[in-house]
């Protein structure tokens, strides 16, 4: 979850507009996404060594991003990307590291964390179904859609976790987060309540089907993307 975190960000920058060089496409972040989904044939990694096939391909993809925000991304965009990305880098430099406190209790974690995201398929589908949206509504409706969709994922993860892993693992989860996110959606969306009446009108039902390759948000595509490749 948090490795396609400065993926995400980074679509989020630069969609709504265009890219600073002429030969830069939003289809080059197809490289960088193409990395990770490949690594995810690995399964979740559970030893030292299957922690350190998959740091390989994060590594990779981190640099690939890297590469286009240079290259493709206006200095704004680029600087705006350097600060919410922080807490993804410092969380994929302690998760690839030996002998740090992250890694060895994701370690102690990784059997119900495997189980757990065995079980995430709904809160999945509801969230590209959720993204669905950001192509359909007008830019001012944008972040109060984000806050409702981001709330209602976090709490199908939240109560999925907890059910396999229990309030350590849940605890354990938002730690990460956290660091991957610097709180932002957290402060962003505080004031947002995924069952309050204006989520439940910007949100399309829980367990609605999804418009995959027809949608047309670049995000849910892109989720999309991600699950079935």
């Known amino acids: 979850m948090i490795m396609f975190s400065p993926i995400f960000v980074t679509l989020l920058l630069v969609g709504p507009y265009q890219t600073h060089c002429q030969n830069c496409h939003m289809r080059e972040l197809d490289i960088c996404v193409a990395t990770l989904v490949f ?85 999945w589908k509801d969230l590209e179904a959720g993204l669905d949206k950001f192509g359909e509504i007008s830019f001012d409706l944008r972040p109060s859609t984000f806050c409702c969709t981001y709330q209602r994922f976090f709490e199908c993860v939240r109560k999925t976790i907890e059910d396999q892993c229990g309030v350590s693992g849940v605890e354990f989860i938002l730690e990460l987060l956290r660091i991957g996110f610097s709180r932002i959606p957290e402060v962003i969306c505080s004031g947002s309540k995924y069952i309050s009446k204006q989520c439940v009108d910007l949100l399309p039902p829980p367990g609605t089907e999804p418009k995959g390759s027809r949608s047309k948000s670049v995000l849910s595509r892109l989720l999309f993307y991600i699950k079935n490749t």
């Open 39 to 123: 690594s995810r044939e690995y399964g979740v990694p559970e030893t030292e060594r299957e922690l350190d096939i998959q740091c390989s391909f994060i590594l990779e993809a981190q640099n690939c991003l890297l590469n286009y925000t240079k290259s493709c991304m206006m200095s704004t965009q680029s600087e705006l990307l350097d600060l919410v990305g922080e807490g993804s880098n410092s969380l994929i430099s302690q998760y690839c590291s030996s002998d740090t406190q992250i890694r060895e209790r994701y370690l102690n974690k990784s059997a119900c964390l495997s189980e757990a995201l065995d079980q995430l398929t709904p809160c």
